[in-house]
């Protein structure tokens, strides 16, 4: 079964030198938190997802999941 991701997540973290540690603790959540919404368990709430659109220079149109 293939995982589903915020790919532009991903490729953030991958070509930068934070960690999901810094940025969690920047963002005041947990590192497992960030991780769960990088790989889709958890959907971040409106305010987080700009947050963290701003924070990691993604889009914020790539963090909204949209309905199906």
Known sequence: MQRRVYP????YFN???ETQ???AKELG???SYLCMIKW???E???DLAIRLSER???PLESLI???S
């Open 8 to 11: 532009d997540l991903v490729t």
């Open 15 to 17: 070509k930068s030198d």
């Open 21 to 23: 540690a810094q940025v």
């Open 29 to 31: 959540i947990s590192t």
């Open 40 to 42: 889709r368990e958890r």
């Open 44 to 46: 971040p709430n409106l």
């Open 56 to 58: 990691c220079g993604v």
């Open 65 to 67: 999941r949209k309905a």
